[in-house]
């Protein structure tokens, strides 16, 4: 069933009231530092992290606050926490309208920051390669056309396997489906994306039809790979940026100008995310890559802290 962009407004709206009575008061304390639910991130908030602490500051482990957009912007916005490193825009371009967060139009004290993957990042929706080919379907308009071939709920139409709710793509589907000529003919299936893209997986491993959403980097673009076995039917281009609380900011530019430095490759986060699908990967895993990550870099990372002090 769809969830409205209304509903995420509502729950958002009481959020926030909820988390500004525990806002943090205490500014000389450790920098609070969330990380997104989606494991594709995971190193790059661990990789922060340990550059915060180099700057001399004490930081939470980003582990310890796992949050679904929907959730972290309101307490960014409300000082519950001073950043995450996991913003995609124009995905996320959402969560930055007062009115979509707290429910009033108001200017909300939080901002992207740096350019942690510059144009790197796509998302959008895929379909098997054997479909696509066998019915000449190179569109979301000619996938609505066939909707009867990815329809497993037997409601006429095909079902598209979506995000989380309370995902940025889970809202940016929706609106899709709202908007396109070919939404009347789909509907998002969501829950936990892991395990519905196991179902995809190995769908498409079975020869069977199927139809999802995708983004990079993830450690699925190892397995659905465009141009073997999926195809993009739509997508857009993204920017994974830090976004922090601008009052934080404010206090503290050395972490402000760090956030605006640092960078990391695209290949290097595909690298990890492939290392952390293929077995037995914990939180030190985790660390010990964003430690080799900052070590194998030591020059460039040197070069960044060095502003970021000088802009303190």
Request: glycine fraction near 8%; aromatic fraction near 8%; hydrophobic fraction near 45%.
């Amino acid at each position: 069933m769809i969830k409205r962009a209304s509903t995420l407004v509502a729950v958002a709206a009481a959020f926030v009231l909820m988390v500004s009575a525990c806002a943090i008061e205490d500014e000389g304390g450790p920098v609070a530092i969330a990380r997104a639910d989606w494991s594709s991130g995971y190193m790059q908030a661990e990789i922060y992290a340990q550059l915060i602490e180099e700057l001399g500051h004490e930081v939470t482990d980003p582990a310890a606050a796992e949050l679904r957009p929907y959730s972290f912007y309101p307490a960014l916005a409300a000082g519950q926490y001073d950043l995450w490193v996991n913003g995609w825009f124009p995905l996320h371009d959402f969560y930055l309208e007062g009115e979509n967060v707290t429910g009033q139009s108001v200017e909300l004290p939080i901002e992207p920051i740096g350019w942690q993957v510059a144009k790197g990042a796509r998302d959008g929706l895929m379909i098997d390669k054997a479909t696509a080919d066998r019915l000449g379907i190179t569109s979301m308009d000619g996938v609505a056309a066939n909707a009867g071939v990815f329809d497993n709920d037997g409601d006429g139409e095909a079902d598209l396997i979506g995000c989380n709710v309370g995902w940025g793509c889970e809202t940016f589907i929706n609106n899709l489906i709202a908007d396109e000529s070919w939404g009347a003919g789909v509907e998002q299936i969501s829950g936990e994306y892991s395990d519905l893209v196991q179902g995809v997986i190995d769908k498409v491993a079975a020869g069977e039809p199927a139809l999802f959403y995708a983004w990079t980097p993830n450690w699925t673009n190892t397995v659905l790979v465009d141009g073997e076995n999926a195809v993009w039917m739509q997508s857009e281009v993204n920017d994974i940026r830090a976004v922090a609380n601008t009052d934080f900011l404010d206090r503290n530019p050395d972490i402000r100008r760090l956030l605006e430095l640092v960078a990391i490759p695209l290949s290097d986060i595909a690298a990890q995310n492939a290392r952390m699908a293929s077995g037995d990967y914990t939180e030190s895993d985790i660390k010990a890559d964003a430690e080799a990550w900052i070590s194998a870099n030591r020059d460039q990372v040197d070069d960044w802290l060095d502003s970021a002090r000088s802009a303190g």
